[in-house]
């Protein structure tokens, strides 16, 4: 069982250069959603998704777009990488009934010089 | 808005000792409450959670109760050994506020032998 794979682990961009961050999940979650991870910050929230075709803004959304075509995927798109937005990226999923957990996965680690 | 608060890291305990890290939390209703531990290079995994007041999550020794009165989820453990060095994190997710949750800063622990 998979869970929430993520790629790339690792990722230098210059200044504007766009990329997209991989996510897929094989729990078929409804929900998905992307945070960063900076120092003494925690975790926030930049975009999520209650279900494909349905995504909207978290807490940090500037900079960053996604959308769900499928159950399964949730990429996220830095359009013009700014050093600003170096950081250690998390995908998590989740049903959307119930109380249940969120699954994390394993992160990338996203630099811009 | 809902915050979690949670004490300064970094905390450096000798093996066997008892570990306390404080939680507390603002959100309106009744949140569900969760502590999530990031080990080096890994994504965050689900350590424990209560979904109402007086409830105590317990995994691996680590305990939390959630107290509404004091809006506090505090995590403990009795006795740390070195594989618990991690990271630590509190967080809520608001009752009809969707799968969003919201963490706090994170706790460094670092267990010596």
């Known amino acids: 069982n998979a869970g929430v794979t993520q790629t790339p682990k690792f990722q230098v961009l210059k200044t504007g250069q766009s990329m997209t961050l991989q996510c897929a999940q094989d729990?078929?979650?409804?929900?998905m959603s992307w945070y960063r991870q900076d120092p003494g910050m925690g975790l926030r929230l930049i975009h999520y998704?209650?279900?494909?075709?349905?995504?909207d803004q978290g807490e940090v959304p500037n900079g960053y777009n996604v959308s769900r075509s499928t159950t399964e995927d949730f990429p996220l798109r830095l359009l013009s990488a700014a050093p600003s937005q170096t950081s250690v990226y998390f995908c998590?999923?989740?049903?959307?009934?119930?109380?249940?957990?969120?699954?994390f996965g394993q992160g990338t680690r996203l630099t811009v010089v | 808005g809902d915050s979690v608060t949670q004490m300064e890291g970094p905390v450096t305990l000798s093996e066997e000792a008892f570990l306390t890290i404080n939680c507390t939390y603002t959100?309106?209703?009744?949140?569900?409450l969760f502590w999530y531990v990031q080990y080096p290079g890994e994504g965050l995994q689900l350590l424990l959670k209560?979904?109402?007041?007086?409830d105590k999550g317990s995994n691996k020794g680590f305990e939390a109760t959630y107290r509404k009165e004091t809006t506090s989820f505090h995590l403990e453990k009795g006795s740390v050994q070195v594989s618990d060095s991690a990271v630590y994190f509190c967080?809520?997710?608001?009752?009809?506020?969707?799968?969003?949750?919201?963490f706090g800063t994170g706790t460094q622990l670092k267990v010596e032998l």
């Open positions: 967080a809520l997710r608001r009752t009809g506020g969707g799968n969003k949750l919201t």
């Open positions: 729990m078929n979650h409804e929900y």
């Open positions: 959100a309106t209703g009744y949140p569900s």
């Open positions: 209560a979904t109402k007041a007086d």
């Open positions: 998590a999923s989740s049903y959307s009934k119930g109380r249940t957990e969120a699954f």
């Open positions: 998704s209650v279900g494909a075709g349905i995504t």
